[in-house]
Nanobody, 126 residues
Framework: QVQLVESGGGLVQAGGSLRLSCAAS????????MGWFRQAPGKEREFVSA????????TYTDSVKGRFTISRDNANNIGYLQMNSLKPEDTAVYYC???????????????????WGQGTQVTVSS
C-alpha cells in the first residue's frame, strides 16, 4: 500500500506560481512512477505530468509544457509539481498518483495509476 498526501495548493493570481508537494509513505518511494492529474468543476480528470521512478524521464500534457516542472526526491519520499505562469484555466483540484511498480513507459491515463492522494485545490484568479 502507498499513502499519498498532497499539499501546496491555494489561491494565486494569473502569472503567479505554486509548488505542489506529494508526500508518500507505505512503500519504498523509488519503486513506482508518479503522476499528477487535475480535475476542474464539471470536467473529467485529466493528465498533467508524470515522472519515472528514478526521475530520469518526464512527460507533460501540451497545455502545461514550459510552465510546469515535475520532480521527485526519493531520499525524502516526496514528489513535486512546480507550476509557473499560472492561468485561470489551470484552476482545478490537483491529485498525485502512483503506479503499482516501475513502468516501461510513462503512463498518462488514470487507469494505470493504483494509488491516489486526496487532492489539493488550485485556484488561479484573472
Amino acid at each position: 500500500q502507498v499513502q499519498l498526501v498532497e499539499s501546496g495548493g491555494g489561491l494565486v493570481q494569473a502569472g503567479g506560481s505554486l509548488r505542489l508537494s506529494c508526500a508518500a509513505s507505505g512503500r519504498t518511494f523509488s519503486r513506482f512512477d508518479m503522476g499528477w492529474f487535475r480535475q476542474a468543476p464539471g470536467k473529467e480528470r485529466e493528465f498533467v505530468s508524470a515522472i519515472s521512478w528514478g526521475g530520469s524521464r518526464t512527460t507533460y500534457t501540451d497545455s502545461v509544457k514550459g510552465r510546469f516542472t515535475i520532480s521527485r526526491d526519493n531520499a525524502n519520499n516526496i514528489g513535486y509539481l512546480q507550476m509557473n505562469s499560472l492561468k485561470p484555466e489551470d484552476t482545478a483540484v490537483y491529485y498525485c498518483a502512483a503506479t503499482s511498480g516501475r513502468e516501461v513507459v510513462l503512463r498518462t491515463t488514470a487507469s494505470h495509476y493504483t494509488y491516489w492522494g486526496q487532492g489539493t485545490q488550485v485556484t488561479v484568479s484573472s
